[in-house]
């Protein structure tokens, strides 16, 4: 059994990307191996959010773990800020890390050019947050990391970081291998296909949330953006908007066969994305049947987050003494 490590960040609501590229890929996990999930809520407060938001989303993003079938009696499932290791972890880690690498991480040179002549404004948490990426992975002395395409650069920060840590202190920590989803590992924006689709964006338009009606789920699918070229076919570079209704077909059908095969099947737009939104629609409906369940019985899951965490810390303490001593930093009495 491979130790396996993943989490999402509270930071809005959760959309179908993150169904298709993150939760239901790690439900089969459970059953094949050791597994921890986490709700990374320390990562969210490198952007601008709301207390009370930020505890809510926390909440939700609880119920959609539960809500996609993961289980308490199976895999570990906790709150990032519930374990403070992960925190003091990432300190040793950022004495590991160089500044050279964390800028050169294509989100935060992204988001830090967002800031234009307003640098002061940049969040410092922008720079470091994937050196806490990098300890959330590493405290389990994690195996396998599944994690969507836009993650590989970070898993080979954290693969960087454990093997220069083990070099100069000697084995602590297990070096971690992503694990990339064969298909759906990046699912786009449906109005603007030339980025992934993302809680971050303010308009809802290009994304379909989990909690979306069916009828909304066929308004976003039927407003997809594609091209003025009339053939189906599954070309990412040059119709990325169809590429992308043939990948979200291909996760949502799970058997249906590969993007390339399933567009054969298809000779206009238009039945295109009605199979798409069908088999969304039915893709996220017992998911929807089993929140709102959970969402009726919020004190049973505040309860086993509890119990996670404990787990959790457990683990994380024993990896993070065993780095403090190799570091060299004085025991308590």
Known sequence: MARVFSGIQPSGT??????????????????????RFCIVDLHALTLDIEPAALRAQTLDTALAYLAAGLDPARAVLFVQSHVPAHAELTWLLECTASYGELARMTQFKDKA?????????????????????????????T????????????????????????????????????????????????????RKMSKSIPSPAGRIDLT????????????????TAAEVAYDPD??????????????????????????????????????VADAVVALLEPFQARLAA?????????????????????????????AREAVGLLAPA
């Open 238 to 275: 040059r119709k990325p908007g169809i590429a992308n209704l043939l990948d979200i077909l291909a996760a949502a059908l799970d058997d249906g066969g590969s993007p390339a095969v399933l567009a054969e099947r298809y000779a206009s737009y238009g039945a295109l994305k009605a199979d």
């Open 14 to 35: 959760l959309h179908l990307g993150n169904y298709l590229g993150a939760l239901r890929r790690w439900v089969p996990y459970q059953d094949s191996d050791d597994t």
């Open 113 to 141: 050019a967002r800031g234009g002549s307003h640098q002061e404004l940049v969040r410092a948490s922008l720079l470091t947050y994937p050196v806490l990426m990098a300890a959330d992975i590493l405290a389990y002395r």
């Open 143 to 194: 195996e396998k990391v599944p994690v969507g395409d836009d993650q590989r650069q970070h898993i080979e920060l954290a693969r960087t970081v454990a093997t220069r840590f083990n070099a100069r202190y000697g084995d602590v920590f297990v070096v971690p291998d992503a694990d990339i989803a064969p298909v759906a590992a990046r699912i786009m924006d449906l109005q603007q296909p030339d």
């Open 294 to 322: 959970w969402r009726a019985d919020a004190g049973e899951v505040h309860k086993l987050l509890a119990a996670g965490a404990a787990a959790a810390r457990a683990e994380a303490e024993h990896t993070l003494g065993r």
């Open 212 to 227: 979306d009606t069916p009828d909304e789920i066929r308004r976003k699918v039927r407003r997809a953006v594609t091209d």
